[in-house]
Structures are given as structure tokens and as C-alpha cells.
């Protein structure tokens, strides 16, 4: 009680933190890429990531602290799953890349990391 919480976890009718996944957790359900959104005022910038190069162990939301907004420099980002994946992963019933738009771009895997931004 009382204590502060932590914006990127979720918590419970008691207030208990529920644990989040973790990066390996994901990728072990064939999650690989993530949804990130820069919430800085008047920007909305919005990018697919690839998970990659993030350790296994690492909370899928704290991605977010890794990360800077390649078209405003801030750091107001907010990481989600990726639900156009895991649709089309859904309807393919194969790999993570099968299934997707031609126009679908991760970043670092089809398009190279603006180094340690997106
Ligand atoms: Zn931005």
C-alpha cells in the first residue's frame, strides 16, 4: 500500500503487481516483433521493432526504456504486442513473418536500427 506505481505494469483489484512477460517468454510463443508508439505531444510516431536484440530476461515493457523516438528524440514510448503479427500468425498457422503486408517494415530486421532509436 502506498507504494509508487509502475506505469509500464499491470496490477491487480488489490493492487499487486502482475508480473509482465518477458522478452523470452514471448519469443518461446513466437512473438518477435514489437508495436511501439512515441506519445510525445504532436508526434505519434508509430514503428514495428524486432525483438531481437533484447535480452531474454527483460520485461516486454521495458523495452520502452530502451528506446528514443527516431523522429522526435523523445523517450515517451510505450511498447505493445504486436497484434498484426500475431493475427496473421493466427490465420497462417507458420512462422512469424508469414502472412504479413508487403508494406510491413521491422526495424532491425528489414530495416536497419537508427542506432539505439526506432
Ligand atoms: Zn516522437
Redesign the pocket.
Known amino acids: 500500500m502506498g507504494e509508487r506505481r509502475n506505469p509500464r505494469r499491470a496490477y491487480d483489484r488489490e493492487g499487486r503487481e502482475i508480473a509482465p512477460p518477458t522478452v523470452g517468454s514471448l519469443r518461446d510463443q513466437g512473438e518477435t516483433t514489437a508495436s511501439v508508439y512515441?506519445h510525445?505531444r504532436g508526434?505519434?510516431?508509430h514503428a514495428i521493432i524486432s525483438t531481437d536484440r533484447f535480452p531474454a530476461d527483460l520485461p516486454f515493457p521495458d523495452i520502452a526504456l530502451r528506446l528514443r523516438?527516431s523522429?522526435?528524440?523523445?523517450r515517451q514510448v510505450v511498447v505493445m504486442k504486436d497484434m498484426a503479427a500475431y493475427y496473421a500468425r493466427c490465420t497462417s498457422g507458420a512462422g512469424p513473418a508469414t502472412g504479413l503486408p508487403p508494406s510491413y517494415r521491422v526495424i532491425g530486421r528489414d530495416v536497419p536500427w537508427p542506432d539505439r532509436q526506432w
Open positions: 512515441c510525445a508526434c505519434g510516431h523516438c523522429v522526435c528524440g523523445s
